[in-house]
């Protein structure tokens, strides 16, 4: 069964830092990796979707890289903004879809 | 376009009662899921659906969770009786592909 853990669980900031949340999994028989921005009371919204053939996904000031030899994603968030601040979630395609269990980002003015 | 849409936003109830829960997916989205989500958890896939038929359904507790999607669009999960481990945020989603899923706002279940 493919594990998915994701570290750090909470993550502070200062505004205008640079940022790295981490994504691990056990199976590397993935067809994909998104990552997922989540807001308190709101459904999930799609950041980034990286293909299994894929190395890495860029739009905007986010970067997500996909190492599947070592089970690692990460998300790479540049100049981060209050407006930021939410629970990141990737999520792997495999023979199921499953979800990690998130790293809430708080980024303070 | 519109987004996928959910019903009842929030949702009390005791334990032993039934509830269902209501989603409509972004039209033309072929594939529906719906996930639970138990606070400070990710979420996790109760079952998909491609067009009317069950793809998936694998970690759905079929003793007292039952989903359906008739007509191939709308689709309703039911739980009953509910318990008080089933108070979580339930979310539908839907896709055109096996890629991007799309997710609708939520449904909050608190059970008593």
């Known amino acids: 069964k493919q594990e998915v853990t994701q570290i750090p669980a909470a993550l502070s900031v200062p505004e205008g830092e640079n940022l790295v949340l981490n994504c691990s999994f056990t199976d590397s028989a993935i067809y994909n990796l998104q990552w997922f921005r989540q807001d308190p009371g709101k459904g999930l919204t799609s950041l980034l979707l990286i293909q299994s053939s894929q190395r890495e996904q860029t739009s905007g000031r986010l970067n997500a890289s996909l190492d599947k030899s070592s089970g690692r994603s990460t998300l790479y968030i540049a100049a981060s903004q209050p407006g930021d601040s939410a629970t990141y979630l990737c999520a792997l395609t495999g023979n199921q879809f499953y979800f990690g269990t998130g790293t809430s980002l708080t980024v303070i003015p | 376009e519109a987004g996928v849409a959910q019903s009842p936003r929030y949702k009390i109830i005791e334990k032993r009662q039934s509830v269902a829960f209501w989603c409509n997916p972004i039209s033309g989205h072929a594939t529906l899921y719906w996930y639970q989500q138990i606070l400070g958890q990710g979420p996790k896939l109760l079952i998909q659906?491609?067009?009317?038929?069950?793809?998936?359904d694998s970690q759905l507790p079929k003793d007292r969770f039952s989903a359906e999607r008739l007509k191939g669009v709308d689709s309703t999960l039911k739980i009953q009786p509910a318990k008080l481990e089933d108070s979580a945020v339930y979310l539908c989603?839907?896709?055109?592909?096996?890629?991007?899923?799309?997710f609708g706002p939520g449904t909050r279940l608190t059970v008593l």
């Open positions: 659906f491609q067009n009317n038929g069950v793809v998936d």
């Open positions: 989603a839907s896709s055109s592909s096996t890629d991007t899923q799309y």
